[in-house]
């Protein structure tokens, strides 16, 4: 008797542990501490049932359900590469910014030349509900949806254009990816497109031209700087000659206004006499060496008109020893 009852109550107490640890396993599996910036949808008997923000949450076991949703992740090497992707069931949604980083893809333009490119997207959550319930696998929706964006983009580009409009084509990709992805509940921040890359025949016919582009440059302001430095000596040598024949012609000036004012004064010293002829004898006297002077300096030639020399020199002699001239 007394074994049969030890026997009852090992079996009761084996039952409530049992019971105890069961029940305390179903409420923890039944708690979820939620972090910052992050959400958990449950789902009642298959329908969504409420949303679990940051805090602590009990939910009822076996009859409310954590959504667990398929996502694609990327995997980055020590270098900061990336490596590889898989996909894995998540229960937790971030809400926080997040970057996607677009593989290599090949891309034809508008003038039929492929170019490899890759980009970065960056992305926010802003409805958990609609991107678990609008779109399976949200991050690899956005890959090929980019993916078709930028392949329509490019292709209405030619090459030229492409290269030189990275921050235009940027904001066309996420202008169209943010309408697009509106509905699944996110919000399409930047896109940036990391390389552009033509290929090796192009690169190399392209460098060419940026050199024979770089030469005829060259080339044209070596000419566009002589032809300054010739218009402005042209420019110089005009002024030198205005000026040196505003100097002439000041000097001709001052010279005959002299010589006027010399006849004047003959003439008013001596009005019987001619003053233009003492003038035309003075300048004769001042000549007169050059003249009797031949190459060798030996030869001595008397002017043809020496009896008016004559007549001059005497018309001076009297000038001076008559006292007419006030000096």
């Not at 009859?63 to 995997?75: A, E, G, I, S």
């Not at 996909?87 to 508008?110: G, M, N």
């Not at 696998?137 to 090929?144: S, T």
């Not at 302001?221 to 100097?247: D, F």
């Amino acid at each position: 008797m007394i074994e049969a009852l030890s026997n009852t109550m090992i079996f009761f107490i084996i039952f409530f542990i049992v019971l105890f640890v069961f029940l305390v396993a179903v409420l923890v599996n039944a708690t979820y501490l939620v972090r910052q910036a992050e959400v958990i949808i449950v789902e009642r008997f298959g329908s969504y049932y409420r949303t679990l923000g940051s805090g602590i949450h009990i939910i009822v076991p076996f009859v409310d359900q954590p959504r667990k949703v398929l996502w694609t992740f990327m995997r980055e090497d020590s270098k900061g590469k990336l490596s590889y992707r898989f996909t894995d069931y998540v229960e937790r949604i971030d809400l926080r910014e997040a970057v996607f980083d677009f593989p290599k893809q090949s891309v034809i333009t508008k003038d039929n030349v492929t170019i490899d490119l890759n980009a970065l997207l960056y992305y926010q959550i802003t409805d958990p509900i609609a991107s678990i319930y609008e779109v399976a696998n949200l991050p690899q929706a956005i890959e090929k949806l980019a993916q078709t964006t930028m392949r329509n983009i490019i292709g209405s580009m030619d090459l030229d254009q492409t290269l030189a409009s990275r921050d235009s084509i940027n904001e066309k990709i996420r202008v169209v990816l943010d309408e697009a992805t509106d509905k699944w509940g996110i919000k399409v921040n930047r896109v940036e497109l990391q390389e552009l890359t033509p290929p090796l025949d192009i690169r190399e016919a392209m460098e060419k031209q940026m050199r024979a582009e770089r030469d005829r440059r060259a080339v044209i302001l070596e000419a566009e700087g002589k032809k300054a430095a010739r218009i402005l000596e042209a420019e110089g040598y005009y002024q030198w000659q205005i000026t040196q024949a505003k100097g002439e012609a000041e000097a001709r000036l001052l010279i005959a206004q002299a010589e006027s004012e010399a006849i004047q004064k003959i003439q008013r010293a001596v009005p019987e006499q001619n003053a233009l002829a003492y003038l035309i004898a003075q300048n004769y006297l001042k000549v007169l060496p050059e003249i009797m002077r031949d190459k060798t300096g030996k030869v001595i030639l008397m002017p043809y008109e020496s009896s008016a020399l004559m007549g001059s020199l005497g018309t001076i002699k009297e000038l001076f020893t008559g006292g007419h001239i006030n000096k």
